[in-house]
């Protein structure tokens, strides 16, 4: 039988038992549905945490004091205490592969303006600071050099301090605000950069020279930790060998001691955050699949019925000149459609359940267009899999014995 | 005899059939020899266990001898495989069944295109016209798409009559294809036969109704798996006579 005459009695068979096909292609649907939803969540949210994190700028370098002891023992504070102010000037004088490098102190506390307060944190920084970060400043401007060199009182602010300090829309360049009762001179404000996909507002800042911050507030004569930027993102690996050399002279370090420091890259921390995503997304859509494998079982059980149910018509159809593949062919086909045709009403489905779920969760969906294919590859092979064995079984049969059974 | 000078259709030259059951064998055919020739009627008749089932498989290839030789249309049987017999069976036999047979919820013209769907000389078109041919035949062209379930039992029959015709078959075969039908359409479908008999068709009919042989022109009777009686008929009786001889049914 040619491949034609295949699809009409296939479909023929299908229409004759309308409801108990579409009961069999249902658990098609609801898996291919199940596995494109949370592939798209997946994908999805992979996509807004990738988008996160180039925003905060790809190819920034953090320099932390302390050996690398993530979950290991407490250290000893001394250990703390390693970046020095003459790191960063080596690094700003030494390093190639760096275009920006900003040192960090950075402390917690209450700022107040009038009767206004509020709970924020202070970043002492450089003037490069804005360039490695691709912040910007929306009134007034960033500090200089001068007043770095002069450890001036003055501060760049976030949107969120400004809406806490002065409520009333009042304009808050060259007002003078208190942090830790030590009064700094709003010469700027941020634009707005809202929540970062942590969950942490980034506009809940304050922005001064390190040199003010180390003096006035902390008394501290160590970096918290030091920023860099490297000239391009692909020569991260570079800048982070550069300056791990750099610190190591700088430290005196013996060739077989430790590093007394951390470099973590941003593209780091981007790879471990989309891996991360990855063993959700793909947990969730093992879980999904099973479904799908479920389904198949599904499939197969009524082709078997199916078969035995039409053990006459295949006696009559091997008498009249079927062969044995003809048969097979006939079944598998009919199995082929039920899961192709499932599958394709599944990706509606999932389609749908998609844009359902980012509308009432605000879930950041993507369907992936390969998911897709995948769904119907997968249809296929659950087709020819799960309706091979009917399709032998009938197959196999006597014509004698199949056309004579009552 | 007059029919030597025809064409030999069937040829059955000792033709054995054993089955085991269990640790016995059964004989069901033990040596069954005899030629059909092109245009002949034959009636096979035998009480049940006389072997005319297993003979009836055989002719109609759905089972291969043990031992012997069978040919059909000249084409030795016994050595083919399980698909060859399938081809052969399309191209060269046409089954008329003793409970019609035909495929649920479909109409009878897709009922007699079901032959050629398995025949890749034929497209759509063709097919199409040959079952519509076959069904002009048996009387009914204006029953094309009405659906099985909405057939009396004398037209299904003759619906699976036009399936037998639709290729063109040296042979037809029917199995007690008046078994299930009271004695009016019995005598309709007879003369449905007769028909094709007077066309020259070849036709073997196996029954247990010894009243059908008077009709047919020749006779074989099996018993025990063995021919006991082969007779020609000279005196073949008319079935649409007996028909017109028949009570008219109470209400129609």
Not at chain 1, 198 to 207: A, K, S
Not at chain 1, 261 to 277: C, L, R
Not at chain 1, 378 to 398: E, Q, S
Not at chain 2, 174 to 182: F, H, I, M, V, Y
């Amino acid at each position: 039988m040619n491949f034609t005459n295949l699809i009409k009695v296939a479909l023929n068979a299908i229409a004759n038992n309308k409801f108990r096909s579409f009961l069999s292609m249902l658990g098609i649907i609801i898996g291919v549905a199940a596995v494109i939803i949370m592939m798209a969540i997946g994908q999805g949210s992979k996509e807004s945490v990738r988008a996160n994190i180039s925003q905060m700028g790809t190819n920034i370098i953090m320099v932390r004091p302390g050996a690398d002891m993530r979950g290991g023992v407490r250290q000893d504070p001394s250990a703390m205490q390693t970046l020095k102010v003459e790191d960063y000037k080596s690094i700003q004088d030494e390093a190639k592969f760096i275009t920006y490098v900003s040192p960090e102190v950075s402390s917690s506390g209450q700022c107040i303006y009038g009767a206004n307060n509020t709970s924020t944190s202070i970043y002492g920084e450089s003037t490069d600071y804005l360039s490695i970060k691709q912040w910007t400043v929306e009134d007034g401007s960033m500090f200089t050099d001068e007043d770095i060199k002069k450890s001036a009182k003055v501060c760049v602010i976030g949107k969120t301090v400004v809406d806490e300090l002065f409520p009333n829309g009042a304009d808050p360049i060259g007002k003078t605000i208190r942090f830790k009762s030590i009064p700094f001179r709003v010469i700027g404000v941020l634009k707005s950069k809202g929540y970062n996909s942590f969950g942490m507002d980034q506009d809940n800042l304050i922005i001064a020279p390190y040199t003010t911050v180390m003096k006035r507030i902390q008394a501290q004569t160590y970096l918290s930790n030091i920023n860099c930027s490297a000239i391009t993102e692909e020569m991260t690996e570079e800048a982070i060998a550069e300056l791990t050399s750099i610190l190591r002279a700088n430290h005196k370090l013996k060739d077989d001691a430790d590093d007394d420091f951390t470099i973590h890259s941003q593209q780091e921390m981007m790879e471990t955050m989309t891996s991360t995503m990855d063993t959700i997304t793909i947990i969730l859509v093992v879980a999904a699949a099973f479904s799908l494998l479920v389904a198949g079982i599904g499939i197969m059980n009524i082709m078997l019925v199916s078969v035995t149910e039409r053990t006459k018509e295949i006696g009559l159809r091997m008498s009249v000149g079927a062969r044995s593949i003809d048969i097979s062919n006939q079944f598998l086909i009919e199995s082929i459609m039920i899961s192709i045709t499932g599958g394709v009403l599944g990706v509606c489905v999932g389609y749908v359940g998609t844009m359902v779920c980012s509308g009432l969760f605000h879930l950041p969906t993507s369907i992936p267009m390969w998911s897709i294919v995948v769904s119907f590859i997968v249809c296929t092979i659950i087709g020819v899999g799960f309706g091979y064995f009917p399709a032998r079984k009938a197959a196999m049969m006597d014509p004698i014995e199949a056309i004579r059974y009552e | 005899m007059e029919n030597e000078k025809r064409k030999t259709v069937i040829e059955l030259d000792n033709v054995r059939r054993d089955f085991k059951v269990g640790s016995e064998t059964v004989h069901a055919l033990r040596g069954v020899s005899f030629k059909i020739h092109e245009g002949e009627f034959v009636t096979i008749m035998g009480t049940s266990g006389s072997g005319k089932s297993t003979l009836l498989n055989q002719l109609g290839c759905l089972d291969t001898p043990t031992s012997g030789e069978y040919y059909l249309d000249g084409i030795s049987v016994r050595t083919m495989s399980k698909s060859q017999r399938a081809r052969l069976r399309n191209r060269k036999i046409g089954f008329v069944f003793q409970n019609y047979n035909l495929l649920a919820k479909t109409t009878a013209v897709e009922n007699v295109e079901l032959p050629l769907m398995y025949n890749s000389e034929y497209n759509a078109k063709q097919r199409r016209e040959a079952a519509v041919k076959a069904l002009e035949a048996v009387g009914l062209a204006n029953r094309l798409d009405h659906k099985s379930n909405q057939m009396s039992g004398g037209q299904m029959q003759r619906v699976a009559i036009a399936r037998a015709l639709v290729n063109n078959p040296a042979v037809i075969l029917a199995d007690e294809a008046t078994g299930n039908l009271d004695t009016r359409t019995s005598f309709e479908v007879l003369v449905l036969f007769q028909k094709l008999y007077a066309e020259g068709r070849t036709i073997i009919f196996v029954t247990h109704n010894p009243e059908i042989a008077q009709y047919s022109s020749r006779n074989i009777v099996l018993r025990d798996g063995k021919i006991r009686e082969d007779t020609m008929n000279r005196n073949i009786l008319s079935a649409a006579e007996a028909l017109a001889q028949l009570p008219l049914p109470q209400d129609d």
